[in-house]
């Protein structure tokens, strides 16, 4: 993931999918070294369903 794109996925994350700030920084901690896992990252910690991490994978090919 380019790292501009990062604020816009996390814009997408509140604004679409209702994800708290809180659990956000939280998946981007565990991924900071590597912050394209971030959607793995919120997918493994139980953040989203595999429904929303497609919709995320999707966004992300548009983005």
Do not use: C
């Not at 912050?35 to 995320?56: A, K």
């Amino acid at each position: 993931m380019k790292f501009n794109v990062l604020p816009q996925l996390i814009q997408f994350l509140r604004e679409e999918l209702a994800i708290p700030h809180p659990d956000i920084e939280l998946a981007l901690r565990q991924s900071e070294s590597s912050t394209n896992q971030l959607p793995i990252v919120l997918w493994q910690y139980g953040l989203v369903s595999l429904d929303e991490l497609d919709r995320i994978f999707d966004w992300l090919r548009t983005a």
